[in-house]
């Protein structure tokens, strides 16, 4: 299986932040990632698929690029709202499978 | 606009089985060329992909827990189902119910908000 790892798997910042979460592949994966939105008691939320397309009615503040083993989702300017957890998720082989997590947290 | 809802026990004994379902609301099942699936967290641990249903019937599996899942569909219900045979407390976690709208590409587009299982004597 695709191992994926997230970094870092914590982070603290400030309304405004500009942020940055890496997801890295344990081989090639093309741009067969995708990455979710998860806060808690509710279902999680796809964010981008393809590694950089914006999945319908997500604010444009999000963003993603990469390719290969190497990605990257960039939060431009932190809302409220965008405190979760997020995911990437790799679709380049089966079983698909899902980084470790990074949390999200306030200042 | 889909909805998806688990539901099922929130205990199961060890040796046991698991059976969740989930209801699919605002579309029909057998009416849509969707994958329906199934993902569980365990506590502390990343999600895992347990397998997926194509609305025809077809199954696909998770390799690591093939030999213990069935997944099904209930059209006349508008739900699908998860089994899990021979539960331990490694079988602990959230279980969630999402779909998948390609019919090549596994993102998961929607997903239920998740129900935790807990297997325990």
């Known amino acids: 299986d695709i191992q994926l790892t997230q970094s870092p798997s914590f982070l603290s910042a400030s309304i405004g932040d500009r942020v940055t979460i890496t997801c890295r592949a344990s081989q090639g994966i093309s741009s067969y990632l995708a990455w979710y939105q998860h806060k808690p008691g509710k279902a999680p939320k796809l964010l981008i698929s393809?590694?950089?397309t914006l999945q319908s009615g997500v604010p444009s503040r999000f963003s993603g690029s990469g390719s290969g083993t190497e990605f990257t989702l960039t939060i431009s300017s932190l809302q409220p709202e965008d405190f979760a957890t997020y995911y990437c998720q790799q679709l380049n082989s089966s079983p698909p499978t899902f980084g470790q997590g990074t949390g999200l947290e306030i200042k | 606009q889909l909805q998806l809802q688990e539901s099922g026990p929130g205990l199961v004994k060890p040796s046991e089985t698991l059976s969740l379902t989930c209801t699919v609301s605002g579309d029909s099942i057998s009416g849509s060329s969707y994958h329906w699936g199934w993902i569980r967290q365990p506590p502390g641990k990343r999600l895992e992909w347990i397998g997926s249903i194509y609305y025809s019937g077809n199954t696909y599996y998770n390799p690591s827990l093939k030999s213990r899942v069935t997944i099904s569909v209930d059209t006349s219900k508008n739900q699908f189902s998860l089994k899990v045979t021979s539960v331990t407390a490694a079988d602990t976690a959230v279980y969630y119910c999402?779909?998948?709208?390609?019919?090549?590409?596994?993102?998961?587009?929607?997903w239920g908000r998740g129900t935790l299982v807990t297997v325990s004597s």
């Open positions: 999402a779909v998948t709208y390609s019919r090549s590409d596994w993102y998961f587009d929607l």
């Open positions: 393809a590694a950089s």
